[in-house]
DNA sequence: CGTGAGCGTCAAGATGTCGTCAAGCTCGGA
DNA sequence: TCCGAGCTTGACGACATCTTGACGCTCACG
């Protein structure tokens, strides 16, 4: 297990590589967002772990630039967590965050954590069914009660993220960065006109949306309510 | 189980150590802070019996220095009219308080009650689950009885900050500062709002909660009620 | 027995966000 | 050049959430 650990403490750097190492992991360090993106770019890393508060370019950045290219597993390690800071960080491809002062131990069960998450190859079917709905991914092709749904590009490309993340809360930072590109994290406007236009050609009471549920103030939810005619499906039920 | 009993007079550390060995426990014993601290850097220990009133560096200084590497419970053994410093200790990261004097059963009552949490270790469960209830963290999604239920973003982090920590008492300003972010750790009425949404949405019956527990003057606790199979045990009188 | 502090509850106003419609714009193909 | 599909942008009413205040209750204390 190789840990790339970034900190412009040397101190934390010292604790993190010595407990780290004492459980075998493989430890690399870099004290600025520079020599991280270096390193990562070069090095194989199985996980990241990242101060936000980094002198040069910020932990946000990097994480941001970082995951232009690669899904490497980034736990957060923040000074403070006022709900602003976490989301931020979360939204542009965070995994996981822990609070600074943080308890060694928890920082393993967060490390364990995020990286089941990630080994765990979620194998998503490639069409998805909800009522009389049909969305199949591969063709790119959309059918409502038997006929075919025609939609737009960028329509679709929303519809593809809501689907393939059933049951999920998306922010609106993290749909728009996926559908429009990074720059577009705020134009949430973009968002209300397209989920407008989704739930038009998809819902069949557009008025009282079933399928894509709004959570005001955060984003959006699609929910598979397809537990009407199922009642024996308890779902996953991970015990 | 070993654990370890800070206090400076040695009738208490002879009472604890009497009444613990007898329970199986295997029992250490420090009368300072730089002793407790020396032995917790060294052994394992699974739980921190502390005194608040110590000589040298005091009992709250202990937990923080503590919290900074492990997140062993501690229990804070407080007198009386000690409720700043009980408060403060909390704050910093103690798991609970006993005043003293106190009856020994409670005090091991709250020691099981604390180590229920560490009893199903390791990884933090992403998904919480009491009774028919079912907090999912990563899909920000919580059902009740199957059935999901709406919570604001607000009402939501309130909930994620209880469910993180079951079994732990939260104070009135730790849970503000969280919440609303640092400024706002005197605000107790939107505590008093937000806890009374959450209960009313979540709890069986809002008006003796057993989700989200009262303890009065200093803030609030989850219980982690997965005792379903254990009805004999109703503890949680403490009055 | 009276008093006050803390808690739970309710409701109403303020604030910001969301849904909706429609018009203007861009860009590729006929 | 013209046309049309799809994308952007603006305006406005509707709505959810947050905030704030008032009130009754319980419990500890004098």
Redesign the interface.
Known sequence: MKVLAVDDEPQILR?LRASLAARGHEVSTAPNGETALDILAGADVDLVLLDLGLPGIGGVEVIRRLRSWSSVPVIVLSV????ADKVTALDVGADDYVTK??????LL??M??VL??KGAPDDEPPVVRAADLEVDLPKRLVTKAGRPVHLTPTEFALLELLVRNP???LTHRWLLQKVWGDAYGEESHYLRVYVANLRKKLEEHPGSPSLILT????GY?W?AAE?DQEPGR?EQD?R
Request: aromatic residues 4%; positive net charge.
């Open positions: 604790i403070r967590d006022a709900q002062p943080f308890a060694m131990d928890e069960a967060r364990r954590a089941r998450r049951g999920k809360l959570e005001p103030g955060v939810r929910m537990s308890a991970g």
